[in-house]
Structure formats: structure tokens, C-alpha cells
């Protein structure tokens, strides 16, 4: 267990709809990151924020976005939602920031959007 | 951009063989290296890292070396288990890269299948 969180586990949706991620990182973490995995393009770093602030973005949509909270929990945004939009979205924590730093990922939330 | 190149695999090898799984790299600045592992239903797990050249990772009977002159940094497992049965992912952070993001570039992942 890395001891970061995300809800829902499972999220079945259709296309146009607008759906929520959450993430909780673990106790202390002030990173957070977002990635997208799916077949054909593995797994691609979408978005981080540090406390609370953007600090990159990486292959992220328009039609998504993220916010991190005070209490430094994260969600991720995805609306208009098409098919290519199914994959599995996990949620990274780090302590800081920096190349170094190890990512602790959550167990994911898998998205179908039919 | 930064990119990262393994094999894909599957690979499938006997319990107790010699594992290796190669990793090369293509980097802007001074990447941090990693391999992660995700088994079956389950998210990733770091499973070693090397932040600068010549640094060598290590865990659970596997390392990796930081190589820059040949920017690769295999995988090695002397004998490998049923259980490291698993998707193992290289990855790298880069300082330069996506505007100082400290987002993982990942290769595609290797499968790795261990037969008893």
C-alpha cells in the first residue's frame, strides 16, 4: 500500500459527460501528479501541482483540468468526454519537488466512457 | 523531446534464470532514472533509482546502473522468481524538460512472465 488514495475505483460514463477524479496523496506529500495510461499511448504524464499551485503540465487536454486543495488532495477534471478518453488515470504523491524525488502512485481509476 | 526505449516483451523466462531488460534513454539535461513495477490490477511501484551517472539502484535482488556514455539503464535479476512476474516500467525525470516539469517520461513497459 503506497498510501495514496483514489476514488472511485471503477467509473463506466458515456461520451459528453463531464466526470471527477479524486486523489488523496500520502500523509505530508506536497506533490501531486496525474497520468493517463492506456493501450496505445502507455502511460503519459498529464499534470503536477506543488501545494497547491500548478507547476507543470505535461500531454493534459483542454477538456481536462485539476485542481490540488488546501488539505493538498487533488481531482482531476475530464469533461466532453469521448471514447479515446478510456484508460486507467492514476494519481503520483511525492514529499517535494524535484527530478529526484520518488513518485508513490495510487491503485488508479479506471474510466470507460461507452 | 525526452523519450525512453525498453523492449516490450513478453518475456519469458524459467524460475531461476538470468534476467535482463534493457533501457535506453534520450534525455535534454540530467535525468533521474527509475524502474517501476506494476502487477496485475495494481498500481506502480518504484522498484529502484539512480539520480546521477555511475549510480547504482538496488532492491529485492534487482539493480540497475546509471550509465550516461551509452544512456541506458538495464534492468539485471541474477534469478528471477514466479512471483516478479509483473510489467516493469523505466522511466526518467529530466529538470529540462516540459518547462521544469518533474513529470515521469515512461518507456511502454516490458511484461515479464516467469514459468515454474
Known amino acids: 500500500d503506497s498510501g495514496v488514495t483514489q476514488t472511485p475505483k471503477h467509473l463506466i460514463t458515456a461520451t459528453g459527460q463531464r466526470v471527477t477524479l479524486r486523489c488523496s496523496p500520502r500523509?505530508?506529500?506536497?506533490?501531486v501528479y496525474w497520468y493517463q495510461q492506456s493501450l496505445d499511448q502507455g502511460l503519459q504524464f498529464l499534470i503536477q501541482?506543488?501545494?497547491?499551485?500548478?507547476?507543470a503540465k505535461g500531454n493534459i487536454l483542454e477538456r481536462f483540468s485539476a485542481q490540488q486543495f488546501p488539505d493538498l488532495h487533488s481531482e482531476l477534471n475530464l469533461s466532453s468526454l469521448e471514447l479515446g478518453d478510456s484508460a486507467l488515470y492514476f494519481c503520483?504523491?511525492?514529499?517535494?519537488?524535484?527530478?529526484?524525488?520518488?513518485?508513490?502512485f495510487g491503485p488508479g481509476t479506471r474510466l470507460l466512457v461507452l | 523531446g525526452d523519450s525512453v526505449t525498453q523492449m516490450e516483451g513478453p518475456v519469458t523466462l524459467s524460475e531461476e534464470a538470468f534476467l535482463t531488460i534493457n533501457c535506453t534513454y534520450t534525455?535534454?539535461?540530467?535525468?533521474?532514472l527509475f524502474w517501476y513495477v506494476q502487477y496485475p490490477g495494481e498500481g506502480l511501484q518504484l522498484l529502484l533509482k539512480?539520480?546521477?551517472?555511475?549510480d547504482k539502484g538496488s532492491n529485492k535482488g534487482f539493480e540497475a546502473t546509471y550509465r550516461k556514455e551509452t544512456t541506458s539503464f538495464h534492468l539485471e535479476k541474477g534469478s528471477v522468481q514466479v512471483s516478479d512476474s509483473a510489467v516493469y516500467f523505466c522511466?526518467?525525470?529530466?529538470?529540462?524538460?516540459?518547462?521544469?516539469?518533474?513529470?515521469?517520461?515512461f518507456g511502454k513497459g516490458t511484461h515479464l512472465i516467469i514459468q515454474p
Open positions: 503520483a504523491s511525492s514529499a517535494e519537488r524535484g527530478v529526484g524525488e520518488t513518485q508513490y
Open positions: 500523509s505530508g506529500d506536497l506533490s
Open positions: 501541482y506543488y501545494n497547491g499551485e500548478e507547476r
Open positions: 534525455a535534454t539535461g540530467y535525468p533521474s
Open positions: 539512480a539520480t546521477k551517472a555511475d
Open positions: 522511466a526518467l525525470s529530466d529538470k529540462l524538460s516540459g518547462g521544469g516539469a518533474d513529470g515521469l517520461t
